[in-house]
């Protein structure tokens, strides 16, 4: 038998005794299976930023060692935001943490990057066995699960005071809007966010779905928002953008009577709304008298295993993998920090079922016009959001078909761009008098420098650096790939000045006279 067969059989043997050996729901592992796997690892680990997030891990990886004896894990851990995990992982794979958690729509890059290791066969049975079909969806690529999922809770639902708006008022967007006009109170929803946005176009029907080459490129989109749906979804997003109740800052409660937003949200909305406090799913609303109900993006956190060139070490994070995504371990972090599970048994537990929160996510979840979040081109955010405050804006029905005729105009441009054009890098922030919504070029100055024009920045404002008008390639504070903003912290005349070797980036602002 040649060499390669030998090793090719000696992994698949090791992978069964991790699978089998695996906490199915977060219970204990074979112990006799993992006699092999026995010995001393040293891990590093990225987690929820979040406090206590990363305590809890250390009991949980306790626990694993307890269930699993003779192996021990020293583990290394690193708060890291789940929404910027896999932009730092996919701009330096080598030096990336061993398992890190991360959004998943960060999936496809990690899976063209070589940044995640395939469960095995048996593990990957599991995890569909044992976790909701969405989440195990979010996991896959091209057929095959690529990480573990972890929570089934990224989305956003009705948060609502009970003493102004009855449970009925709750299911109609335009009983919420007069019940906060009537007590001067906000109706806040981030229609100038397209995350939200989208959540208007699901209700009347419209999809918009991009595709991409086995080489991660994005080459098509399949979008009807610019149609005779799309367009009473627009006049859906009229009726609250142009009330004097509407407020587009969805994670501030001053004021609010109600207030669209996520789980992460929980503790606002309990100390705002006290015993007052209300949750649902998003109501419908009424054009030309038929109905809509909201629907909206949907989303997970998964975990992910690095691929390792160390075969038992593998086995082992495999292992930990599962046991830290299992049932046991989820009920725990939604005891603690409210998160959704994806575990099947764990979402059926009286602290689930008993959250208010999370109650009114799983309920906003069901609805037939919650779309998964999928792969989505990084341009189409900005080409989108800007749809609340053209609504918003609009005097007429034909003003809000100029914009959705823009809003297709602009898909068109990415889909058409020059190689040259998603090279290139641009300089966006608060700056300059934009909010956001405007690339400032920046030109070649030498190998691996770029350089922008120069700016008038004031104290304060932030900034970011970008790749091609999008998000897929963007960095911030210290050269951090999907790093924080920076912030300028003189107001002056500057040029930002970007050095990046494809594996490095620093930023500069130079003063200029």
Not at 333 to 351: D, H, I, M, Y
Not at 383 to 402: E, H, M, N, W
Not at 450 to 458: D, F, K, N, T, Y
Request: charge should be negative; charged fraction near 20%; aromatic fraction near 10%.
């Amino acid at each position: 038998m040649k060499m390669s067969k030998i090793l090719a059989v000696i992994l698949v043997a090791i992978m069964l005794v991790a699978c089998f050996a695996a906490c199915d729901q977060g219970g204990k592992g074979d112990n006799d299976g993992n006699t092999d796997l026995a010995g001393t690892y040293d891990i590093t680990m990225w987690v929820s930023e979040k406090d206590g997030v990363a305590d809890q891990f250390k009991q949980q990886i306790a626990a694993f060692e307890k269930a699993n004896p003779g192996i021990k894990i020293n583990a290394s851990i690193e708060g890291v935001t789940e929404a910027d995990a896999g932009s730092k992982v996919v701009a330096d794979v080598a030096t990336a943490p061993d398992i890190y958690c991360f959004a998943q729509d960060q999936l496809a890059r990690l899976v063209q990057a070589g940044a995640l290791a395939k469960p095995g066969v048996k593990a990957a049975e599991t995890i569909k066995a044992n976790n909701d079909a969405g989440s195990v969806a979010a996991a896959t690529v091209a057929g095959s699960i690529y990480a573990y999922p972890m929570t089934s809770d990224n989305g956003y639902f009705l948060y609502y005071d009970k003493s102004i708006i009855s449970e009925e008022d709750a299911d109609s967007l335009e009983a919420i809007i007069a019940a906060c006009e009537k007590n001067g109170k906000k109706f806040r929803y981030a229609l100038e966010n397209a995350w939200y946005t989208a959540s208007f176009f699901f209700a009347t029907g419209c999809h918009s779905t991009w595709t991409m080459t086995a080489e991660g490129e994005f080459n098509a989109i399949d979008d009807d928002f610019n149609s005779a749906a799309g367009l009473i979804a627009m006049k859906g997003m009229q009726k609250l953008a142009q009330s004097p109740c509407y407020d587009s800052d969805a994670d501030t409660f001053a004021d609010a009577g109600a207030i669209v937003t996520g789980i992460w949200n929980a503790g606002a909305a309990e100390e705002h709304f006290g015993a007052n406090l209300g949750a649902t799913d998003l109501p419908s609303f009424e054009v030309d008298g038929k109905s809509y109900h909201l629907g909206g993006f949907t989303g997970y956190k998964l975990m992910g295993v690095k691929p390792q060139t160390d075969t038992k070490r593998a086995a082992v994070l495999s292992l930990l993998a599962q046991y830290l995504t299992g049932e046991e371990c989820q009920l725990q972090r939604a005891t603690e920090f409210q998160w959704g599970p994806s575990n099947l048994e764990a979402a059926k537990s009286e602290v689930v079922q008993s959250n208010i929160s999370l109650a009114a996510f799983a309920k906003q979840a069901a609805s037939e016009n919650c779309v998964p979040q999928g792969q989505i081109h990084g341009a189409w955010w900005d080409i989108a959001k800007v749809l609340g405050a053209d609504a918003k804006a609009a005097s007429s029905d034909a003003a809000l078909q100029t914009a959705l005729d823009n809003y297709d105009a602009a898909i068109d441009a990415v889909l058409s761009m020059s190689d040259e054009a998603k090279q290139a890098w641009s300089v966006i922030g608060d700056i300059c008098g934009s909010n956001w919504d405007t690339d400032f070029p920046m030109t070649a100055d030498g190998e691996n420098t770029w350089i922008s024009e120069v700016l008038e920045l004031e104290a304060g404002k932030q900034f970011k650096v970008r790749q091609g008008a999008a998000w897929d390639v963007n960095f911030g504070a210290n050269g951090v790939a999907g790093g924080d903003n920076i912030v300028v912290e003189t107001t002056g005349k500057y040029q930002v000045k970007l050095v990046y070797d494809g594996t490095t980036a620093s930023i500069e602002l130079i003063p200029v006279e």
